[in-house]
């Protein structure tokens, strides 16, 4: 297990990680899931012992690899934001020099290339120059670097950032195959809320250096389970309308997209009995409505008065 207990990082005058406590089991999925700013770079560069600490600990365990961070290192593989790889050489030849340095045996090497390859799908691209690579397939080859090593613990920070849809969704299924097939136990950083939906066993939701909520998708969710999340379809916008629901005592996150509104409220209340009303003193036609189960992003929006994507 790998623990971080009360963990904080100051730069300067940015508190980027405040009082951070988290853990990640063997063979498990986690993910962090955080709107941009909100310290998931940092937590893993600190859980990787890229950076050190200003306040806390990080074990594995239950020893402190910041004193000792060999107790880790060969355990845990990181595929960072930014890609590192050499364009002038193919996938092959990259994972060949990644995994020289890391002074993995011939034989072995060889061996856990030809895994690699086939696990991020590079195989039919091997024979290719990195620098005439897709962005997706950079990112995929990024993560066969980490794996070189057999991590029994990776790290992914935000692995979909800025790729195509197709690659996108190869990484998503890769990552879970990896976890089902060699168990390695995932942190995946993201600020999609959808993909650490699929992906993920527990999560942490952080925002502005804090974990402001934990726990599996249910418990989360749980957390909206006095309200009720419901949109609304009109004929068409009305200006008076939307400022009627955004100032509303009994409504709560009103979000107004043009004749689509969606608002919250508790679970109990007869919302028809507010909004009807509200529609002939405006005189605008409904076209429709909807209950809707809550989502991650529903419980950022109420934690934090903001959305996960500002
Ligand atoms: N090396 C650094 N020096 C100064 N401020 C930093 C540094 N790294 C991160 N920060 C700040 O810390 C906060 C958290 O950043 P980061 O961990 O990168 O968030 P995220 O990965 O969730 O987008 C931000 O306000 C960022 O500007
Ligand atoms: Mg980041």
């Known amino acids: 297990m790998i623990e971080a207990v009360n963990l904080t990082k100051t730069f300067k005058n940015t508190k980027a990680v405040e009082n951070i406590n988290l853990y990640i089991e063997q063979g498990e999925i986690v993910g962090l899931l955080g709107p941009n700013g909100a310290g998931k770079s ?7 012992t890229l950076i050190e600490p200003t306040a806390g600990e990080v074990l594995f365990q239950q020893q402190s690899i910041i004193d000792n961070p060999k107790l880790l290192r060969n ?18 030849e990259n994972l060949q020099f990644f995994g020289t340095i890391q002074k993995i045996g011939k034989g072995e090497l060889k061996e856990r290339i ?9 195989e039919d691209d091997k024979k290719k120059l990195v620098k005439y690579y897709s962005g997706g397939m950079r990112r995929r080859l990024n993560i066969g670097v980490a794996l070189l090593h057999k991590p029994a613990y990776l790290i992914l920070d935000e692995p979909t950032v800025g790729i195509d849809p197709q690659s996108r969704s190869y990484i998503l299924q890769a990552i879970k195959r990896l976890n089902q097939e060699e168990n390695t136990a995932i942190i995946y950083t993201s600020h ?13 939701i952080m925002d502005r250096g804090k974990i402001i909520a934990t726990g599996t998708k249910e418990e989360i969710k749980a957390i909206l389970a006095s309200e009720k999340t419901v949109e609304i379809k009109l004929q068409k916008h009305s200006k008076a309308f939307a400022e009627a629901l955004l100032t509303h005592a009994m409504l709560a996150n009103v979000q107004i997209a043009e004749a689509q509104m969606t608002f919250t409220v508790d679970k109990n209340l007869d919302f028809l009995a507010i ?3 509200l529609c002939e003193l405006h005189q605008i036609v409904l076209k429709g409505f909807q209950v809707k ?8 929006l109420h934690l934090t008065g903001r959305a996960l994507r500002d």
């Open 114 to 122: 030809d895994t690699i390859l086939q696990q991020i799908g590079l």
């Open 75 to 92: 355990k845990l593989g990181v595929v960072p934001q930014e890609i590192a790889l050499y364009g002038d050489l193919t996938a092959r």
């Open 192 to 204: 999609y809320m959808e993909e650490v939906e699929f992906l993920c066993d527990r999560l942490y």
């Open 42 to 48: 940092t937590t893993i560069a600190l859980i990787s």
């Open 293 to 300: 189960e809550p989502t991650l992003e529903d419980v950022f």
């Open 275 to 277: 909004i009807l009303p």
